[in-house]
């Protein structure tokens, strides 16, 4: 079993900054990809950064400038630096990764783990 668990979340002022870390444990190999998410009160969820096992970064329009996604494989960890912070910026936050390990047989098996989110809230 792969688990991810989020830590960093919190309320904060609208200019403000958070640090969001998520930490990977039990049997794996590698994670390949890994992204971060966010779903606000009745609105669908977004992917709102994602980081490749070779360190390419993508974002969602709305965070680019503001948002930094970074990983450190050694230590099984995927983080999202969030500076100048808007009211619009209020969700959970969640990491995801595609991870890679072999099964019982020595088969390589890839499979993917969510983070059960962490509540981040923007407001004055």
């Known amino acids: 079993q792969v688990q991810l668990v989020e830590s960093g979340g919190g309320l904060v002022q609208p200019g403000g900054s958070l640090r969001l870390s998520c930490e990977a444990s039990?049997?794996?190999?590698?994670?390949?990809?890994m992204n971060w998410h966010r779903q606000a009160a009745g609105k669908e969820r977004e992917l709102v950064a994602g980081?490749?096992?070779?360190?390419?970064?993508n974002y969602v329009d709305s965070v680019k400038g503001r948002f930094t996604i970074s990983r450190d494989n050694a230590k099984n960890m995927l983080y999202l630096q969030m500076n100048n912070l808007k009211p619009e910026d209020t969700a959970v936050y969640y990491c995801?990764?595609?991870?890679?390990?072999?099964?019982?047989?020595?088969?390589?098996?890839?499979?993917?783990?969510w983070g059960q989110g962490i509540q981040v809230t923007i407001s004055a």
């Open positions: 980081i490749t096992s070779g360190g390419s970064t």
């Open positions: 039990g049997s794996f190999l590698r994670f390949n990809a």
């Open positions: 995801e990764g595609d991870w890679l390990r072999y099964n019982d047989h020595g088969e390589p098996t890839v499979g993917r783990s």
